[in-house]
């Protein structure tokens, strides 16, 4: 899935065997930008509503902030990350 080799960026070169593996290179990050799409999408109910904020209202601001921002990024690792190519996905993604 990755689009690398699409654009030209890649030479088809496996990876370090050190390197993380794809799927744990996504999770890291999807991780990462759910709690700042949280942050982020609560400030701007805040600063969208003013004193009209509610609590449920906030708090679907901010769930929606997640799951945006971690599913756009995670979708964004998976294109462009060396990691996430076909080659070194099958070699360092297999199941032990």
Partial sequence: M??????GYSDGDL???DCKPCSRLMRHT???YTVGGALGFWILCRLHYGPR???PRSLRWAACGAVTTSSSTALLVRLFSPECEPQNIAAYDKKK
């Avoid at 990755?2 to 654009?7: E, F, P």
Wanted: net charge positive.
């Fill in 2 to 7: 990755s689009l690398r080799r699409y654009l």
């Fill in 15 to 17: 990876m370090r065997s």
């Fill in 30 to 32: 999807a991780g990462i």
């Fill in 53 to 55: 904020v509610t609590i």
